[in-house]
């Protein structure tokens, strides 16, 4: 074995002690960064128009329809998230927050596609579907010879 792969990482020597803050460093882990709200919608957004499970049980959002959505369910969910938190006055609380807020974005985004998805199944079928209809029906109806 070679010396240099048993000798200490020089930043790691340089690491204060675990626990131990360094001055003028703070971490807050709630309310997110604009940076990581932008990202919450970004995926939204994948997951609305994208190839997910949702999309095939529910069916895809147009990428028109699937960015305003997408902006819509992440925006409620932070005003729900910071009505209920507040200013999370600890780590913990500032978990707790961001954990409410990640259940509502996926409460959100489910009740979104559930109610597209039987919004859809309710409009009226299309012109051109009562037409193909008939067109079966008497295919079904002509015995066979």
């Known amino acids: 074995m070679a010396t240099d792969e048993l000798a200490p990482a020089p ?76 200013a999370a006055s600890s780590v913990e609380e500032g978990i707790e927050a961001l954990q409410f807020y990640s259940k509502e974005v996926s409460r959100r985004l489910l009740d979104f596609v559930k109610s597209r998805s039987a919004a859809a199944k309710a409009e009226p079928p299309s012109e051109e579907a009562p037409a193909a209809d008939v067109k079966d029906e008497e295919a079904e109806a002509k015995p066979e010879a």
């Open 11 to 86: 930043a790691a020597a340089a690491a204060p002690a675990a626990g131990a803050e360094s001055p003028g460093f703070s971490f807050s882990i709630w309310p997110p960064t604009q940076r990581t709200r932008d990202a919450v919608v970004r995926r939204l957004v994948d997951t609305l128009a994208g190839d997910t499970i949702l999309c095939k049980r529910y069916g895809a959002v147009p990428a028109a329809e699937a960015e305003p959505a997408a902006r819509a369910i992440e925006a409620e969910a932070f005003d729900a998230a910071a009505a209920a938190g507040g």
